[in-house]
């Protein structure tokens, strides 16, 4: 951490930047994720009152927007201070100014905590899965593994052309979910022959029509060329796709597979299908 005094004598624009990653790093350390070596250790000011002084260097910008400025002084002065709202705050309005914006997988979320002393387990619809087909976005395949996981489906597999799932940007949008999930890394091929298929594209059966299977895998294609021929082939002609009325007819692969889960697993638990409960390996097979 900088002496905030020292922040002060620099020029606005790299004051701006330095600020910023300062109160990138006071966040992560608000909600218990900094990194090694990078938690809160300025030794003469509590967190608390370092927090309140390099904020208030903002609220000295003559960039600042006037609304913005208000909110922030009004979150310092308040009598309940809540620290990791300021740096959010303040950290966004110098991105702002800055004309930066923070990617997903630059958010500052804190995973949910665990009980202490407890094993880890996880509550799942036993036999489903999702397959990434070619998914080259780090971003959109942290996203798919955080879906499944929520929603509660037990598997993720993913094809040899998918950006490995441990680059920095995958683990971050996961939010945890690639290691509490883990995953196996397969062809289409020795995925046939593992469990049913169905597939994610276009032109298929309305979503609200369509007969889920009570176990199996949807294959979901990439964000480019959507599911390959050869996974249409091996599904046959279990192809569910999402209707949209919109002029563009276009959705993130992210979202779209968080549109298909809910369905999938809603028709499970109209089933009366009920999930299970496992520890979880989190192992790569």
Known sequence: MIAPDKLNELSPGQKRRKLALTFGELERDIAGIAEQGLSYNFPSLSRKEYTKKVA??????????????????????????????????????????????????????APHASLPGTAQSRSFFAGTAV????????????????????????????????TPPEQTKAQ??????????????????????KTQLFVLETGGTPINEFDFPEQGTVIIGSEELGVS?????????KTVSI?????????????????????????????????????SSGAQQ
């Open 131 to 162: 397959y990434a087909e070619d998914i080259r976005s780090p971003f959109n395949l942290g996203s798919i593994f955080r879906t499944a996981e929520a929603m509660g489906l037990e598997k993720v597999y993913i094809s040899p052309g998918c």
């Open 56 to 109: 208030t260097l903002v609220l000295q910008d003559e960039k600042l927007n006037p609304e913005t400025a208000a909110q922030l002084k009004q979150l310092i002065e308040g009598p309940l201070f809540d620290e990791r709202r300021v740096c959010n705050l303040a950290r966004n309005a110098l991105l702002e100014i800055l004309g930066t914006f923070p990617a997903e997988w630059d958010l500052v979320i």
């Open 243 to 279: 209707p949209m009325t919109g002029l563009k007819a276009s959705l993130n692969v992210g979202v779209a597979f968080g549109i298909l889960v809910q369905a999938w697993t809603d028709t499970l638990k109209a089933k009366g299908i009920k999930p299970v409960n496992s520890l």
């Open 172 to 193: 971050r949008s996961s939010m945890g979910c690639i290691d509490t999930l883990g995953y196996t890394r397969c062809t289409l091929e020795e995925l046939a022959q």
């Open 229 to 237: 021929p050869e996974a249409l082939k091996l599904a046959g002609a």
